[in-house]
């Protein structure tokens, strides 16, 4: 097949030009006056929507197509059977659209409104794009937007979806083939690893029908085998239908080979996309670490970073729920083929399928194709179910390249480039840049900023955070919303992540030790400890063991997010940290667990603790509980990290400590310990605050738990007093565990 295509920095197409093989067929075939007074039939056709054009100091330009409007469905359907190919394409692709989503509701045979009125443009020469506007009762209008592409070779039956087309096979060996080539200059693919390399024990051969786990050899493996990210499923379903695994009893039976029918669905499918791709070697958990060996499973489980970063490409199997429930059934499901009358002589070996515009995070969410602003666009959530899962968040981010399976496509992203099948643009995958961004330049930022003697320590830091706060807080906001089997498994599951970013981490300046999920160059502002709960949630701390200590995000199972000043167009101007960090610990679950889990941990800080009062409730009444002459505490909000409840300690004082459930409790003792002025939200008689709700534990004086976070302001007599001064009589030392 001839190149008709190359891939530009956005990896989005530039179309070389039109070949027999594209809607220049049109050319050839009748069309209505209407189609040929729109130039379907004549000269080039305008190729996109959107063109990356040029870019002017780092801010990329771009070329819009305008839409063409076609009339209403009624009007198409008749210059279709009238004879107008294009006019058959656009009716016959719209209703068959319309019954793969509707036709459960409305019958397989429902006929759309006539009503609908259309405007489309050429993605490219083999997808068409196409806006369907149908009018409302009120004033507005409905938008369905979808594609109809064009596919070379023949598509599976509705019996068949296991099988792989080969327009896919072409789409995945193009992208991991321009990505491995010496000439494809990809220099972020291209490095060697900055990181330790500790490969892992086992590998599976696909030889024929039969895998056999066989002893890994760097010599032979490295580099040449596919990595599987996938979800196991549930307890329930794992119980029911208990999959192959690796384990003592089936040890002997997986090295002398088994018969991949035997494999679970998913593994069997990841498989066979390894065969398509002539790649020999796969690693899958499952099948490469001994699961009922907890000391073998203990020790692979920490190789990830190498096991991920290093593989020829990562196969993530995304709209998959289980090992048994595969994954090319959705992307078969997400088009709907259809074939064009006899009468139009269309070319038998060229499909057509309608698909509806895709929503992940991976592509641009148009709701206006016209007003295309790439900018300020924001990804819709991805729904997808390996999104939701604990294991596979490092899996992805750590792959150097791989190929996605998702419910409506196949997706291609490495650090040099990114694709999809369905031909939409795509976005620079922002989450996955910084990561990156940040292996390869966050010490070269921090020497930058070092480099003259005059520099302070203080502004050396700063520049470290700026360039790893950004990075870290965004990976706590997507990575504390995922859902594991066992919690116990939280922070062992980012470790592999972590090991690889630990290098540009560091400070050259202060401390910058890993502290259960945390680390303590953070803290020295504040940043690290002003997370929260999403709005729409609470947490619950695990039962019957300690997975991180309560001033770590990670102590709760809950998403939470980052809410500080620094973040936006004020930096650090508007924030004045009112504390010190005098003793941080970790204390390590084993010895070799650097980055891993943990049995407890403590820190010890110096600063401003106000008493204050606690109510149960939504609004949770929060006020100083001395009321000292001059200080009048308003507070604005509070979030409770996750349900609290009245505790009797062993002195008989009477506090507040968290809870798996949440307790009505009255007016309580509690504490706030001040993190930072924010003068930002600080009224014109007062300043702003931000802190931590705290509750006394056992076991030593000026012991706590973190209960929540809460922002407020502190009212003073006159305009010109600082309330920073009148705090000054609660200055203590606390440690939370």
Not at 157 to 167: E, K
Not at 306 to 319: E, G, H, Q, W
Not at 678 to 690: A, E, T
Request: aromatic share 10%.
């Amino acid at each position: 097949m001839s190149r008709l295509y190359t891939y530009n920095a956005l990896g989005t197409l530039d179309w070389e030009s039109e070949t027999r093989e594209t809607w220049g067929l049109f050319r050839e075939l009748r069309l209505c006056a209407k189609c040929q007074e729109k130039g379907i039939g004549a000269g080039p056709l305008p190729v996109s929507v959107m063109r990356h054009s040029s870019s002017d100091s780092g801010k990329s330009y771009y070329q819009l197509v305008d839409w063409v409007y076609m009339p209403r469905l009624s009007e198409v359907r008749k210059a279709g059977f009238d004879g107008c190919a294009f006019c058959m394409v656009l009716y016959l692709g719209f209703c068959q659209l319309e019954r793969a989503i509707y036709g459960h509701i409305y019958g397989p045979n429902f006929e759309p409104s006539g009503d609908w009125s259309f405007r489309y443009a050429f993605q490219n020469p083999r997808s068409v794009r196409i806006g369907a506007i149908h009018p409302t009762d009120g004033d507005g209008e409905q938008i369905e937007q979808f594609y109809i592409n064009v596919v070379e070779d023949d598509l599976p039956t509705d019996h068949d979806r296991s099988i792989v087309p080969p327009d896919w096979v072409s789409f995945m060996r193009t992208r991991l083939d321009n990505c491995l080539s010496p000439q494809s200059n990809h220099t972020h693919c291209d490095r060697e690893p900055d990181f330790p390399v500790n490969w892992p024990q086992r590998i599976l051969r696909i030889a024929g029908q039969t895998a056999v786990l066989a002893d890994f050899n760097p010599t032979e493996h490295a580099g040449q085998y596919a990595a599987l990210s996938y979800c196991w499923g549930s307890e329930d379903e794992l119980r029911r239908n208990p999959p192959l695994k690796t384990t003592a009893s089936t040890w002997n039976r997986m090295r002398s080979g088994v018969d991949i029918s035997d494999m679970p669905l998913t593994i069997r499918q990841a498989l066979t996309i390894c065969s398509r791709l002539d790649i020999e070697y796969i690693w899958v958990d499952a099948l490469c670490i001994v699961q009922d060996d907890k000391a073998d499973w203990e020790i692979e489980a920490r190789k990830m970073a190498t096991v991920y970063s290093l593989a020829k490409v990562t196969i993530i199997a995304a709209s998959s729920t289980s090992c048994h429930s595969g994954f090319l059934d959705a992307v078969h499901l997400a088009g709907a083929p259809f074939e064009l009358p006899a009468q139009i002589k269309w070319p038998p070996t060229m499909k057509l399928v309608a698909r509806k515009t895709n929503t992940s995070t991976f592509h641009f969410d148009l709701k206006d194709f016209a007003n295309f602003d790439p900018v300020s666009v924001a990804p819709t959530e991805s729904l997808d179910a390996i999104d939701h899962r604990g294991w596979t968040f490092q899996e992805e981010y750590l792959a150097t390249r791989y190929i996605k399976f998702t419910k409506e496509d196949i997706q291609w992203q490495c650090r040099d480039d990114a694709g999809c099948l369905c031909g939409q643009a795509v976005q620079k995958n922002e989450r996955r840049a910084i990561y990156q961004d940040l292996w390869a330049t966050a010490s070269q930022v921090v020497s930058g900023s070092s480099k003259a003697h005059k520099t302070s320590a203080a502004t050396v830091n700063r520049a470290f955070c700026e360039a790893g706060r950004a990075c870290w807080e965004t990976i706590v906001k997507d990575f504390s919303r995922r859902q594991f089997t066992s919690a116990n498994d939280k922070l062992l599951a980012l470790s592999g992540l972590v090991s690889r970013l630990a290098p540009n981490m560091q400070s050259p300046t202060v401390d910058s030790t890993y502290i259960a999920g945390m680390w303590k160059n953070m803290l020295l502002d504040g940043g690290a400890l002003s997370w929260r709960c999403l709005e729409s949630a609470q947490g619950r701390p695990p039962t019957n063991t300690i997975i991180a200590p309560s001033f770590s995000w990670a102590s709760l199972d809950v998403g939470v997010v980052y809410d500080r000043g620094s973040v936006g167009e004020f930096g650090f101007n508007m924030e004045k940290p009112l504390f010190e960090v005098i003793d941080a610990e970790n204390a390590l679950l084993s010895a070799d667990e650097v980055f891993g889990r943990v049995s407890g941990g403590s820190l010890t800080l110096s600063g401003l603790l106000i008493p204050c009062m606690v109510s149960s409730g939504p609004r949770a009444n929060f006020g100083d509980r001395e009321r000292r002459q001059g200080l009048s505490v308003v507070r604005e909000r509070t979030w409770f990290d996750c349900g609290v409840s009245r505790m009797r300690l062993k002195s008989g004082e009477v506090t507040l400590q968290r809870a798996r459930e949440n307790h009505a409790f009255a007016t309580t003792d509690a504490y706030v310990f001040v993190l930072m002025s924010m003068h930002i939200y600080g009224s014109f008689s007062g300043s702003g605050f931000d802190g931590l709700i705290l509750g006394k534990t056992d076991g030593c004086p000026g012991c706590y738990q973190r209960l929540g976070y809460t922002r407020f302001t502190i009212e003073t007599k006159s305009v010109f007093d600082r309330a920073e001064s009148t705090l000054e009589g609660y200055k203590s030392a606390v440690t939370l565990f």
